[in-house]
């Protein structure tokens, strides 16, 4: 793949779900994916893709999941496992700490928070499209969590809707080095235009 020219005001970079249960000590989720965020440095590698970001004016979109309130996904016909999970461990729940941004990752004025998504992709039933095309973007980089369920749907998606897209590899992360594997290897390169490393990222950036 070759590392291409982002423009800043036709590039937007898309921060999914750092929420405290993903991303903190003490998050439901975090001991699930503690040794691959380890491995990857993550917290600080989203620190620096967002940090970088915003130095060179490139929009940041926040792209939240549902947080979980009592009822949801109640009576529910098809479920995914993901939501399964929610439930379960009411992840993300609304008014807690865990379904709070991480201290490190809260928006700043000018970015724009995207409407909760349900599932895993950003797109389906929110507006993040809408807010997109309304900032000229056309080039979309994609960090947060997890690499293989909203990261690779929400990247699937953009694509989909015609949107140049990048995937940080580092910037990101999942229950198990193999899911990582798939998400970088094996999948993203079906639908990803570039596939890099924050330090890459920043290099393309500058230019």
């Known amino acids: 793949m070759i590392t291409p020219v982002y423009s800043p005001e036709r590039t937007g970079l898309l921060l999914v779900d750092p929420y405290n249960d993903f991303l903190s000590d003490g998050g439901k989720l975090f001991p699930m994916l503690k040794k691959v965020a380890d491995d990857n440095h993550l917290l600080n590698n989203l620190r620096t ?20 309130q009592p009822g949801d ?83 699937r998606f953009a694509m989909e809707l015609g949107y140049h897209v990048t995937l940080v590899r580092d910037a990101t992360a999942a229950f198990s080095t193999q899911m990582m594997h798939a998400a970088h290897e094996l999948n993203g390169p079906t639908f990803a235009h570039s596939i890099l490393d924050t330090l890459a990222l920043q290099l393309a950036l500058q230019h």
């Not at 004016?57 to 549902?66: D, L, N």
């Not at 990752?105 to 993040?128: C, R, Y």
Request: contains cysteine.
């Open 49 to 68: 893709a967002v940090g970088t970001a915003r130095e060179f004016g490139i929009q940041v979109f926040y792209v939240p999941h549902r947080r979980w």
């Open 73 to 155: 996904y109640d009576n529910w016909d098809h479920p995914n496992p993901t939501q399964c999970l929610i439930q379960q461990r009411h992840t993300f729940a609304k008014g807690t700490w865990g379904g709070e941004w991480h201290p490190d990752l809260v928006p700043q004025e000018g970015d724009i928070i995207i409407q909760e998504h349900w599932g895993q992709s950003g797109f389906a039933n929110t507006d993040l499209d809408f807010q997109l095309k309304q900032q000229g973007i056309t080039h979309v980089i994609i960090v947060g969590l997890l690499a293989n369920t909203c990261i690779e749907s929400t990247a």
